[in-house]
């Protein structure tokens, strides 16, 4: 502990008294609590070591700038605002160190010092560095992390000692053409430029941050980083100006309509739905200069929603749209809202209440913006016909927009090449690319190397210039010029009449032929895509031998089959308890059993399993955000065992949504309204509780926890498992071996919702 600054005080003339009588060459006065100096500190003339670190400096008195013959200076972790003109006469000093201090400015006096060697100066708030840095000819280290300035001297081209330079975090818009001087004449082996956004460096170019570089993860090359930031200057190089704009919602929030109305189009009544996603470009203006918005207008039917998810990318601006049609704006708002930040990371998003003349409406802002990172004033209640609040929604998006693009990384000649010429083969309606050919056309245009070109390919998807999965071993063989060729491709099969009718959702591999004609879709590779997007997309997995057959569980009948024989109170009652039901999770979990389901009732939105004499019916209701399990059968052992892999599959499932953690609610025997939490449940009676109070019909009773919880495992078996487990969340669910060999699930790779966004 420091002390008190009086003690500290005099505790340091004692120091020095001692030092001086002793005629010490070092003296160490950090950590004391020092608020000032003393300047009986000046005598000791034949000082070459100070340490004043870890105190509470405002100020240094000019007196010590008589220590001359000093050559290291610790004055990190002070208050210190400014240094004393003085500074300049610490000729011999070789090690400065000032970091986290208060400094706005730094002294042009600094440059006399040139014996020094290192000299640290992050975590200050220094506006501008002074020319005469340039004269500091020995030194080999500089740290300026967590700074402001803006540019550097061009001075800074003389530092030819300089073997490290950190200028991380700081607001540098531009760098000296100079500093190459340093990778060509000197010595630069380390050079940090992260956190200056505006220079448009891509993190693959700055490589490892300083503190993330060690022996296996060394740092980006000095003149590599140099290269490419000269490479995109000026006419060599040009930012894209592009913005991708996602408009999601469910069907006919207007979504299209709102795409021609931002640009200034007329409204017209009673427009087709959108298949698929229609891409629009609006030419904007912004303060400094013209950019593109590529307005991305995804139809709002049910059914494409698993495909969407591929699409939402990062570093794009958002548009979630909601009405007031019914009163589920606010679950549609968070429905979407879950999506866009599972896939689109951090991006900005807008959330647009449309359709406000005939249902005007308003969402709980504050509880959304908090929860998903909206801001407030990006709320709007617009209306596509009569123009309302249309204008401000325009401003707050090209705002947006204009944010984006000011620390938008530019793009060296070469690649700006290869994606104009991209999109010139889009425009040519050229749908696909084949690996081989992109690799061409990069080498065309002078990106040869295949690491580039696969960085590269991975900017474009991102970009929304290509659809581009380079890493799934299926898909990697093209990439999509035009996705709506892919998504119109899985439109077209997931829409089938036919094959929702007659089929239920049931397609062999075969019969693609016939939804995806030849002229689009020439050879059986674009048909294979297809199916594998569809895979990816999981809106169809592969039944029955040899994989020759597709189950589409988005195409199962609407309609719940009558199912008269069913009675929850003959039941175990099993409830998962959404926040939102995402529409991914009932035909996953549909597919995930059908072996289990085989010849029995299936429908979108439910499913009747049977194994061993049990029977499972597992219904999704998305209005009130609930799946049901209700298992029978004569076996209370069979019973429990159907609902050990029920859960077991929606485990797996829950797994890969992030944040979707429905609550788990068990049904009181006999009586399946009575419903309690399984994992309180579970923890009370492991605290030694051994009923539970309850209201059963009008009355409040105790029933025992095991009237509950028998119906899922006996209570033997709960005993046992709570001996062996900690308490925990996950309770006792690993299903058997067995079980395990025979219901692998396919489609491992696959994912609803990753649990993390990439
Ligand atoms: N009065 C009024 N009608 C609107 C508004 N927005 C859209 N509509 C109408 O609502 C219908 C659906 O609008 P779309 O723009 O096609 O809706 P969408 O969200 O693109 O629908 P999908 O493509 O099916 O997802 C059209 O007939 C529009 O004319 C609005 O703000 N006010
Ligand atoms: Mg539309």
Not at 252 to 279: H, N, P, Q, Y
Not at 472 to 501: K, Q
Not at 700 to 725: H, N, Q, S, V, Y
Request: hydrophobic share 35%.
């Amino acid at each position: 502990m420091p002390d008190d600054p009086e003690v500290a005080y005099r505790k340091a003339e004692e120091k020095i008294e001692a030092a001086r009588r002793a005629g010490a060459k070092a003296l160490d006065l950090s950590s004391m609590g020092l608020t000032s100096v003393p300047e009986a500190l000046g005598e000791l003339v034949v000082l070459q070591e100070l340490y004043l670190y870890h105190n509470q400096l405002t100020t240094l008195p000019a007196e010590i700038c008589k220590l001359t013959e000093l050559t290291k200076l610790w004055l990190y972790n002070n208050q210190l605002m400014t240094l004393p003109a003085e500074i300049g006469d610490f000729t011999s000093l070789t090690e400065l160190s000032l970091g986290s201090n208060r400094l706005q400015t730094l002294s042009t006096e600094i440059g006399k010092l040139t014996s020094l060697r290192e000299l640290y100066l992050s975590y200050n708030q220094i506006t501008r560095l002074p020319t005469e840095v340039g004269k500091l000819a020995a030194l080999t280290e500089f740290e300026f992390i967590s700074n402001q300035i803006t540019t550097l001297p061009t001075e800074f081209g003389q530092l030819t000692s300089l073997r490290s330079l950190n200028l991380s975090i700081n607001q540098l818009t531009s760098l000296p053409e100079a500093l190459r001087t340093l990778c060509t004449e000197g010595k630069l082996e380390h050079l940090f430029l992260h956190g200056n956004p505006a220079l448009g460096l891509p993190a693959e170019v700055l490589g490892p941050r300083w503190n993330e570089v060690n022996d296996e993860n060394p740092a980006a090359k000095p003149a590599g980083i140099l290269d490419y930031y000269f490479s995109i200057r000026g006419s060599a190089g040009q930012a894209l100006r592009e913005v991708k704009l996602i408009l999601v919602g469910r069907g006919e929030v207007g979504k299209s309509t709102m795409a021609d109305v931002l640009r200034g189009k007329e409204f017209v009544k009673d427009r087709a739905r959108t298949d698929g996603v229609a891409i629009s470009p609006w030419d904007v203006k912004l303060p400094d200069g013209e950019a593109k918005v590529l307005l991305w207008d995804f139809g709002g039917q049910e059914i494409m929603h698993g495909t969407h998810q591929f699409f939402l990318t990062h570093r794009s601006l958002y548009v979630v749209m909601v009405d007031g049609r019914d009163d589920r704006a606010k679950q549609n708002a968070e429905y979407w809202l879950k999506l866009v930040r599972a896939f689109g990371g951090e991006s900005p998003v807008l959330v647009v209440m449309n359709r406000q003349k005939a249902h005007p409406f308003d969402v709980d802002r504050q509880y959304l913006a908090d929860k998903y990172g909206v801001k407030l004033e990006h709320f709007f209640r617009t209306d596509c016909e009569t123009k309302k609040d249309i204008a401000p929604l325009r401003e707050a998006i090209l705002e947006e927009v204009a944010r984006m693009l000011a620390t938008e990384e530019r793009f060296p000649k070469n690649r700006w090449e290869v994606k104009a010429r991209l999109e010139r083969m889009k425009e040519e309606k050229e749908d696909y690319l084949s690996e081989e050919r992109y690799a061409e056309i990069c080498d065309e245009h002078g990106v040869k190397d295949p690491e580039e070109q696969g960085k590269l390919l991975r900017r474009l998807a991102d970009l929304g210039t290509v659809v581009s999965f380079p890493d799934d071993g299926n898909l990697s063989e093209f990439s999509v010029l035009n996705p709506e060729w892919a998504t119109d491709g899985i439109y077209r099969v997931v829409t089938n009449e036919p094959l929702r009718e007659e089929k239920h959702g049931q397609l062999r591999c075969a019969s693609l032929r016939d939804l995806l004609p030849r002229d689009r879709w020439p050879k059986p590779k674009h048909l294979q895509y297809i199916v594998e997007l569809m895979k990816k997309f999981e809106l169809c997995f592969p039944v029955g031998e040899g994989e020759d057959s597709l189950l589409v569980p988005e195409l199962l009948p609407d309609k719940t089959p009558p199912l008269p024989d069913w009675d929850a109170a003959q039941c175990v009652v099993f409830h998962y308890q959404y926040t939102v039901l995402p529409h991914g999770v009932l035909p996953r979990f549909i597919t995930r059993t059908h072996t289990l389901s085989h010849g029995r009732a299936r429908w979108r939105t439910g499913v009747v399993l049977a194994d061993d004499g049990a029977e499972a019916l597992v219904k999704a209701d998305y209005d009130a955000n609930l799946v049901s399990v209700w298992v029978r059968g004569p076996h209370a052992d069979a019973r429990r065992a159907l609902l050990k892999v029920v859960r077991h599959h929606f485990e797996h499932i829950h797994a890969r949504i992030k944040e979707l953690k429905p609550k788990e609610l068990v049904a009181l025997k006999g009586h399946p309204d009575v419903l309690e939490s399984f994992i309180a449940l579970v923890m009370d009676e492991r605290r030694g509780k051994t009923t539970v109070a309850v209201t059963v019909g009008e009355e409040r009773t105790d029933k025992p926890i095991g009237d509950f919880l028998d119906c899922i495992e006996p209570a033997l078996e709960r005993r046992k498992a709570a001996k062996t487990k900690k308490a925990g969340r996950t309770i006792h669910l690993e299903p058997g071996a067995q079980y395990h060999e025979h219901h692998e699930p396919m489609n491992q790779d696959s994912h609803d919702i990753p649990s993390t966004a990439t």
